[in-house]
């Protein structure tokens, strides 16, 4: 017997759909029944960080342009952040952009997800 395990995340733009894990089972012993500790936290592990990209993605891709004049930031570069999770670690790329030029900024440059990572994580 086959169980696949799937992540439906449904946008304004449709639904995407992503396997996560396929288990195979046959009833031929009690230690086949269910699902094992080790495959538990492997799964919870990875359904998180689906999760996690998935809204940082959509977090960035509405921060991608200027509230004021509406053009894109330039992109300077990336460097990874860790996320700690009860799952485990998660390292995603965070980039740095440019500020635009419409408005006086302090800074030259900023990374988008220090608004929503505003504790050490």
């Given at each position: 017997?086959?169980f696949k395990i799937q992540l439906v995340t449904?946008?304004?733009?449709?639904?995407?759909?992503?396997?996560?894990?396929?288990?195979?089972?046959?009833?031929?012993?009690?230690?086949?029944?269910?699902?094992?500790?080790?495959?538990?936290?492997?799964?919870?592990?990875?359904?998180?960080?689906?999760?996690?990209?998935?809204?940082?993605?959509?977090?960035?891709?509405?921060?991608?342009?200027?509230?004021?004049?509406?053009?894109?930031?330039?992109?300077?570069?990336?460097?990874?952040?860790?996320?700690?999770?009860?799952?485990?670690n998660l390292e995603f790329p965070s980039p740095?952009?440019?500020?635009?030029?419409?408005?006086?900024?302090?800074?030259?440059?900023?990374?988008?997800?220090?608004?929503?990572?505003?504790?050490?994580?």
């Open positions: 017997m086959k449904q946008t304004e733009t449709g639904e995407d759909i992503q396997e996560l894990a396929c288990l195979e089972r046959e009833t031929e012993g009690l230690e086949e029944i269910g699902i094992s500790l080790t495959e538990a936290k492997a799964l919870l592990a990875t359904l998180q960080k689906q999760v996690v990209e998935q809204q940082l993605a959509a977090y960035l891709a509405v921060r991608q342009r200027c509230p004021e004049c509406a053009q894109a930031f330039r992109h300077k570069d990336q460097h990874p952040v860790v996320f700690r999770t009860l799952f485990g740095r952009w440019f500020q635009c030029a419409c408005q006086p900024h302090e800074t030259h440059t900023f990374s988008p997800l220090t608004d929503l990572l505003t504790e050490h994580c």
